[in-house]
């Protein structure tokens, strides 16, 4: 059964650092990893999908890289802004191409000016 | 594009009384999906539809959950009796996904259940 391990579940940084969020999978026969940023009282909002034959994809201050034969993934804020503050979850099929999503219980990060 | 629309955004009702959660998925979307999230067991799919046939329903928790998709742009949740432990945020999600090949899925804001 696939499961999905982000840790810490709580950052607080500084504004300005760069950080990187971890999330880990234990079946790494996976077709793709999704990013996805969650804020209060809202719904989860996709950042950045990675296919399995991808290391890694970037959308502006986000890089979100996938090691699946460690079965990790990281995701790299550069500069981070008080605006990054949300909870940010990752998410696996539980097992090659099912559109199924399984999600770990997030990272909640906290961006301080 | 309007999103994915869910209503009501919230809910609170006596336990036992039938609850019933909807959702517009965005217009050309033919993936659809409903999860619940608590801080106890985090976001879990309860069921998916594809091209508005149920596809997978396995993270239904009994009985007391029933959902349909009549047609494409349309779907809901039920809850028949309703109990407290249902209480929890449900979300529904659409996505552009063929079967087998992901696409991002896009969410709706929710709806917060509270069961009394």
């Known amino acids: 059964k696939q499961e999905v391990t982000q840790i810490p579940a709580a950052l607080s940084v500084p504004e300005g650092e760069n950080l990187v969020l971890n999330c880990s999978f234990t079946?790494?026969?996976?077709?793709?990893l999704q990013w996805f940023r969650q804020d209060p009282g809202k719904g989860l909002t996709s950042l950045l999908l990675?296919?399995?034959?991808?290391r890694e994809q970037t959308s502006g201050r986000l890089n979100a890289s996938l090691d699946k034969s460690s079965g990790r993934s990281t995701l790299y804020i550069a500069a981070s802004q008080p605006g990054d503050s949300a909870t940010y979850l990752c998410?696996?099929?539980?097992?090659?191409?099912?559109?199924?999503?399984?999600f770990g219980k997030g990272t909640k990060l906290t961006v301080n000016p | 594009d309007a999103g994915v629309i869910q209503s009501p955004r919230h809910e609170v009702t006596e336990m036992g009384q039938e609850v019933t959660l909807r959702c517009k998925p965005i217009?050309?979307?033919?993936?659809l999906f409903w999860y619940r999230q608590t801080m106890m067991r985090g976001l879990e799919l309860l069921i998916y539809?594809?091209?508005?046939?149920?596809?997978?329903d396995s993270g239904m928790p009994e009985d007391r959950f029933s959902a349909k998709m009549p047609n494409a742009s349309f779907s809901t949740l039920k809850i028949q009796p309703s109990e407290p432990r249902d209480s929890a945020v449900y979300f529904c999600?659409?996505?552009?996904?063929?079967?087998?090949?992901?696409?991002?899925?896009?969410f709706g804001d929710g709806t917060r259940l509270s069961i009394l």
């Open positions: 999600a659409s996505s552009p996904t063929e079967r087998g090949v992901n696409q991002p899925q896009h």
């Open positions: 079946d790494s026969a996976i077709y793709n």
């Open positions: 990675i296919q399995s034959s991808q």
């Open positions: 998410a696996v099929p539980p097992q090659g191409g099912s559109e199924k999503l399984v």
């Open positions: 217009s050309g979307h033919n993936s």
């Open positions: 539809f594809n091209n508005n046939v149920p596809i997978d």
